[in-house]
């Protein structure tokens, strides 16, 4: 395969390899600097001890020579220096094992006319990777790489993607012209070890600081010299990564370009758009699973959970299924993405899923008899490999007790129950992920504007009104720190239109008059919806128990801000404990601490009452909270040390208390939001739009 690189992969790497050469010089300087002053130190030493040979001149001389041998080994330890990857999360797979595997990698190999990998690893991960132990000499020396390959990414693509991701993976290693950026990433691991990687460097020079009083002088002004040095090398390291970060972009597009040739360029695409949902799937397994640890349960199999899960959240998304897995488009990826910041980002290593995902389809390379079929083929005997791996990542957890395991049926319907207590009805087509139903004298004002339907009131454009707001919002507070500090950067794009840093506080009263004008806009669609189910509501006699929820919210609301700050001061008045205090001082911060405590003890008291909060919350959770707020005053310092237990009481009780009052809010809000979705029409209740997880 002969895949030519870009005009812009030509020139980044251009850029790459003159700051490679600039560097050598640079640090040939150094070094010829270094021998010049370790000889100079050397001969100064010995000429002090001959002038005059007597311990403190020979314990002078020692030290004065010292200078030289540091800066110098500074300056060279890299060479000794091997970067070993930890494999302790993976698990070596044979050819003899997995066959089918391996022939996929023997043809992609064929194909790409890249080395064979040296081992093939599989790992939890939603991802496939290829790494080496890399040292000084590997920028001279060939090495060959390993293969990582997820099961996790396995289990979410099929036979054809899979091949596509590999593909892009040994692309990176398929012609000589891509051997500029291993040049590059050796030399930013060399100047990365001169500048960060210096524990057992210190380690030496304070050993030999340690011996004598006259080595610690001298040890002072070897330092002063490395840090300078140091300085210099930050300079290189900002210069060589900016240019190896934008070759690194142009590297990724080079090796999509090859995975397109070898499996077409919407396999590739396809994967790409998948692997977030895919991720997030598997995530929300092992956050179900966090969960658990106080109740010893953990998984039998974390990867068919995981494929349960992206079945369940596909369908209840609305996906379109196309070979039994969820079609993501670029649509979904972007759909709570409503900035109109574009801020180029020099450190980026990869190019953006939706830049990736446009050059695939300007490649537009189809291809031929391709298989569909589920990755997870591949593998022989996958549901005790699954298992095995499985086991091995939770036999990592420490459990209180005897574990149990819970059935794929059981999994599910403990994790459908939670997500549907953690979720909106789909109806609302996502109107309330980042809007709360706030009312402030609903039905004062203008006469209710008529004809709505709940499909009107939660529309699409809605909703992205919603979701236009928190982008302006957070547009605003990246235009307002781009003020506040020193950055590189001299223009940015706004709404497809270009801006110097000049033009920041014009723009952002721009942007303060659309959020203005977004936020009436959001609290007239509240009206509607509040008025359009109130009406409802005296259909059945229930009107005044819908007001009552909606003013309660309000209530809550006005409260919430209020607790937070609360939380926060907790959180400020108890730092004294994590850092050396007075003994005096921390008895009188102790006693202002106990009159909040009371407030606290009394707060989580009735947040305990509430039955969704008890359902929430696991059984050791709640076991803290009800020791902490049934206590008497607790002491936690008896004059001379601390309580540890008590303290770490009060501290998980601090701690769990945001909790509460978040999940007091969101309860409060799903309460409102159920109710009034109870007063629907039956057949309203069926969605006709395109529905939104809550928690994506």
Same mark, same amino acid.
Request: charged content about 25%; aromatic content about 14%; proline content about 2%.
């Given at each position: ?134 040292? %000084? ?53 060399? =100047? ?90 598997? /995530? ?18 974390? %990867? ?126 996502? %109107? ?60 940015? /794009? ?28 959001? =609290? ?173």
């Amino acid at each position: 395969m002969n895949v030519q690189v870009s005009p812009n992969f030509r020139k980044y790497g251009k850029k790459s390899i003159t700051s490679i050469i600039f560097f050598s010089f640079v640090y040939l300087a150094l070094l010829l600097s270094a021998v010049a002053l370790t000889v100079a130190c050397v001969a100064g030493g010995i000429y002090i001890i001959v002038l005059r040979p007597m311990i403190f001149t020979f314990m002078v001389g020692i030290g004065l020579g010292s200078i030289g041998f540091m800066v110098l080994f500074f300056l060279i330890k890299f060479i000794f220096i091997r970067n070993k990857t930890d494999r302790s999360h993976l698990r070596e797979i044979k050819r003899t094992e997995y066959p089918q595997l391996f022939r996929m990698i023997d043809e992609i190999v064929a194909e790409v006319e890249s080395p064979s990998p040296k081992k093939v690893y599989l790992s939890t991960e939603v991802n496939a990777s290829v790494f080496y132990d890399s040292s %000084f000499w590997s920028m001279f020396f060939p090495i060959r790489k390993n293969l990582q390959i997820g099961v996790g990414l396995i289990n979410a693509v099929t036979q054809q993607e899979l091949k596509a991701i590999l593909a892009h993976e040994f692309g990176h290693f398929s012609q000589k012209s891509m051997k500029v950026g291993s040049y590059v990433y050796n030399v930013n691991q060399i =100047i990365y070890n001169m500048l960060y990687n210096n524990t057992g460097f210190e380690s030496m020079i304070q050993n030999w600081s340690n011996a004598s009083g006259y080595f610690a002088f001298f040890t002072s002004l070897a330092v002063r010299i490395i840090v300078g040095i140091q300085w210099v090398l930050k300079k290189m390291y900002t210069y060589i990564n900016i240019n190896y970060m934008a070759l690194s972009r142009e590297m990724e597009f080079h090796a999509d370009e090859i995975a397109a040739n070898v499996a077409g360029s919407q396999a590739l695409k396809h994967s790409l758009l998948r692997l977030e949902f895919a991720n997030f799937a598997l /995530d929300s397994v092992f956050t179900f699973y966090d969960a658990k640890i106080p109740d010893n349960i953990r998984s039998q199999n974390i %990867f068919s959970e995981q494929a349960r899960v992206m079945e369940y959240l596909g369908k209840e998304n609305n996906y379109i299924f196309e070979h039994d897995l969820p079609h993501i488009t670029m649509e979904d990826t972007t759909k709570y993405n409503k900035s109109k910041l574009n801020i180029k980002d020099q450190w980026a290593s990869h190019p953006s899923m939706q830049e990736r995902a446009a050059a695939l389809d300007k490649l537009n390379i189809h291809k031929e008899n391709t298989v569909n079929s589920p990755a997870f083929l591949l593998l022989e005997e996958r549901e005790q490999l699954s298992e095995t791996i499985t086991k091995q990542l939770f036999d990592r957890v420490s459990y209180s007790d005897v574990t149990s395991t819970l059935s794929h049926d059981e999994f599910m319907e403990q994790f459908c129950k939670k997500h549907q207590r953690n979720t909106f009805q789909k109806i609302y087509n996502g %109107f309330y992920d980042y809007n709360n139903p706030l009312v402030e004298d609903a039905e004062a004002g203008t006469e209710p504007e008529s004809g709505y339907t709940p499909e009107e009131l939660f529309s699409s454009a809605r909703a992205n009104t919603t979701y236009e707001l928190v982008a302006l919002e957070n547009d605003k507070a990246t235009l307002e720190s781009l003020l506040q500090e020193v950055h590189t950067i001299k223009t940015f /794009d706004y709404d497809h239109a270009k801006y110097t840093l000049d033009d920041i506080p014009q723009l952002i009263e721009r942007i303060n008059q659309e959020i203005e004008e977004k936020k009436a806009e959001i =609290i007239r669609y509240n009206k509607n919806v509040y008025r359009f189910f109130i009406k409802k509501a005296e259909e059945t006699g229930q009107a005044a128990v819908l007001k009552k929820k909606y003013n309660d919210f309000y209530k809550l609301d006005q409260l919430f801000n209020d607790k937070y700050d609360f939380y926060k001061q907790l959180i400020e008045d108890t730092k004294f404990t994590f850092q050396q205090t007075p003994f005096e001082e921390i008895t009188a911060r102790l006693s202002d601490l106990s009159r909040k405590e009371v407030r606290l003890r009394e707060e989580i008291k009735t947040l305990l009452e509430n039955p969704m909060i008890r359902e929430e919350f696991s059984g050791k959770t709640l076991e803290t909270l009800e020791k902490y707020s049934s206590a008497d005053e607790m002491s936690y310092f008896n004059g001379v040390t601390y309580s540890d237990e008590n303290l770490d009481l009060l501290m998980n009780s601090i701690i769990l208390y945001s909790s509460l009052i978040s999940f007091e809010y969101f309860a409060a809000k799903k309460e409102l939001l159920d109710l009034q979705y109870s007063f629907m029409d039956q057949n309203n209740k069926t969605p006709q739009l395109h529905d939104s997880i809550d928690s994506l």
